[in-house]
């Protein structure tokens, strides 16, 4: 028997894990039975949350509103059956309490992104929305897609992103500040008490920033300094970024392919065209965490230097007649390529490594 290989790559570099039956009908059907033969035995409950209350659309097709509280989670689990699948969206942070009660309690549950719903409430040409309405929307979502099941981040996780978003904030805030000075300077006001008052709030700011990534750097090492350590061995890649990729991929641990991380960053390129008359320019999704984004493309400038693969893709590009700009994001998704790959794989960057493929042999 041919055992195909658990990994692929391309011609410079390992990209990442793959199914060993991906692309085969005969297999996926084996090991990833069919979505409706999944479904026959669940009973899917869509939520819709709020602030203070939460709706339900059983499986029935009835509508409950309980409080967004103990007392409601308490409630909600006398109408739930070992069958039940509770299915809600992405809301901010008010989803959290109930998802967490729920996995707790050993309820199934799935969190599912709002854009999926939507397109799906989209396609069905639904206009009227209301909490019931949304309700009834996801759980018809769920039966047509029979969403995985969702876990918990680790606590450090957790931690570590309430950290992220404190910074995220601070940072903002900083630039907001930085702008202003900026434009006071632009109209000639170099000494005035409102200058004084933004300086001494972005040295604030500054040394808040700090001490706080500190920390953050403290809480992710406790957990994660050999998967720091071994992305830190790419060329381009500084702890920082790698800190922050940890944090926001939970360790790598949510993603399988290089592809869905690049989507999830919004690296990927977006195109529209329709017929002869629509040609519109390709640009990059920019979804997802912006940080991120910036650091990588930061990364890329060291990287077109140091990183053999990503010289050569860069290289390649440009003689192509490419922009810079477009090469740098290129090498960006080569350096999310290659990190996927080092968390997998457990391995240190080899620039020189090549792939056996069990296929060919």
Excluded at 105 to 124: E, G, Y
Excluded at 253 to 282: A, M, N, W
């Amino acid at each position: 028997m041919v055992i195909p290989s658990l990994f692929y790559y391309n011609s410079e570099q390992f990209i990442g894990p793959r199914s060993p039956f991906l692309g085969c009908k005969k297999y996926s059907r084996l090991f990833f039975p069919n979505t409706k033969c999944m479904n026959k035995n669940k009973q899917f409950c869509g939520i819709d949350i709020s602030k203070d209350v939460f709706d339900v659309v059983d499986h029935e097709d009835n509508h409950h509103q309980y409080p967004n509280d103990q007392s409601g989670f308490k409630e909600f689990r006398k109408i739930l059956t070992k069958q039940s699948h509770c299915v809600m969206e992405v809301t901010g942070s008010y989803y959290q309490g109930l998802a967490t009660w729920l996995h707790s309690k050993s309820i199934d549950v799935s969190v599912v992104n709002p854009l999926s719903v939507k397109r799906f409430i989209q396609m069905r040409l639904k206009t009227s929305k209301t909490d019931k309405a949304d309700a009834r929307m996801i759980r018809l979502y769920s039966e047509a897609e029979n969403p995985d099941l969702w876990q918990p981040p680790s606590e450090y996780i957790i931690e570590a992103n309430e950290l992220h978003r404190l910074i995220s904030l601070l940072l903002r805030q900083r630039t907001a500040l930085k702008n202003k000075l900026h434009s006071l300077r632009a109209k000639g006001i170099t000494k005035s008490l409102v200058i004084t008052s933004v300086r001494r709030q972005i040295r604030n700011l500054d040394n808040e920033v700090s001490t706080l990534e500190v920390k953050l750097e403290e809480v992710v090492k406790a957990h994660q300094a050999d998967l720091i350590t071994r992305l830190c061995s790419i060329p381009g890649i500084g702890k920082r970024t790698a800190i922050y990729l940890i944090v926001l991929t939970q360790g790598f641990e949510k993603f399988e392919t290089s592809r869905q991380l690049i989507s999830y960053f919004g690296l990927d390129p977006t195109i529209h065209e329709s017929g002869s008359s629509v040609r519109g320019k390709s640009r990059i999704s920019k979804t997802g965490n912006n940080l991120i984004r910036n650091l990588l493309f930061m990364c890329s400038f060291t990287a077109c230097k140091h990183n053999k693969s990503c010289r050569e893709i860069y290289q390649r590009i440009i003689a192509k007649g490419k922009s810079k700009k477009l090469a740098l994001i290129a090498v960006a998704n080569k350096l999310l390529k290659q990190s996927l790959a080092i968390a997998k794989s457990g391995l240190y960057y080899d620039e020189n490594y090549r792939s056996v493929n069990l296929n060919n042999m």
